[in-house]
T-cell receptor
Framework: EAGVTQSPTHLIKTRGQQATLRCSPI?????VYWYQQALGLGLQFLLW???????NRGNFPPRFSGRQFPNYSSELNVNALELEDSALYLC???????????FGEGSWLTVV | AQSVTQLDSQVPVFEEAPVELRCNYS??????LFWYVQYPNQGLQLLLK??????LVKGINGFEAEFNKSQTSFHLRKPSVHISDTAEYFC?????????????FGTGTRLTIIP
């Protein structure tokens, strides 16, 4: 059974541009989470989607947004990129009301 | 609010020696506890979890952890480490009634195995 898959693996963007990251959850999982792992800042919760709705978001500006599609896959959009947005973006999924989340391999975003 | 403290940012250990990675949490309510491992340039992999029941939890790759409610700790142990255990280890806590969006991570412990 496939795990959480993310694309692209690496992405290089220029400051001010937009980045789009994609995530496919484990089959049967309806909840998708996004985390940012920036150097020196640890793992920070970004967004939670369940059944197509945004359920919660962490302490990030509105230029971080996303959506969940009917097949439960998700994308994360980061607008007006700043150098500080350079990080590993991790997607995770779980069953609805599940107690354990499973992570993907992450997408490395570099802003230059 | 919950918090997690991983007391050691880096732990060097000789190959085949035992290791303990420390994790303490703070919460006014019951919690779920997790250990994740992150190998170089990879995502997070679940090592083990404590939800309820037996306080000694066994995970993958020979790791185990013990939940100690009185000391609010969830230390990770392995009796004999291998080179392949070199990775960053994260302790995390969630509150059952709030769900996984409230999964709070510690700052991580980098385990380095010395040949």
């Amino acid at each position: 059974e496939a795990g959480v898959t993310q694309s692209p693996t690496h992405l290089i963007k220029t400051r001010g541009q937009q980045a789009t990251l994609r995530c496919s959850p484990i089959s049967g999982h309806t909840s998708v989470y996004w985390y940012q792992q920036a150097l020196g800042l640890g793992l920070q919760f970004l967004l939670w989607y369940d059944e197509g709705e945004e359920r919660n978001r962490g302490n990030f500006p509105p230029r971080f947004s996303g959506r969940q599609f009917p097949n439960y896959s998700s994308e994360l959009n980061v607008n007006a990129l700043e150098l500080e947005d350079s990080a590993l973006y991790l997607c995770a999924s779980t069953l609805r009301s599940g107690n354990t989340i499973y992570f993907g391999e992450g997408s490395w975003l570099t802003v230059v | 609010a919950q918090s997690v403290t991983q007391l050691d940012s880096q732990v060097p250990v000789f190959e085949e020696a035992p290791v303990e990675l420390r994790c303490n949490y703070s919460s006014s309510v019951s919690v779920y506890l997790f250990w994740y491992v992150q190998y170089p340039n990879q995502g997070l992999q679940l090592l083990l979890k404590y939800l309820s029941g037996s306080t000694l939890v066994k995970g993958i790759n020979g790791f185990e952890a013990e939940f100690n409610k009185s000391q609010t700790s969830f230390h990770l142990r392995k009796p004999s480490v291998h080179i392949s255990d070199t990775a960053e280890y994260f302790c995390a806590v969630s509150v059952p009634r709030f769900g996984n969006e409230k999964l709070t991570f510690g700052t991580g412990t980098r385990l380095t195995i010395i040949p």
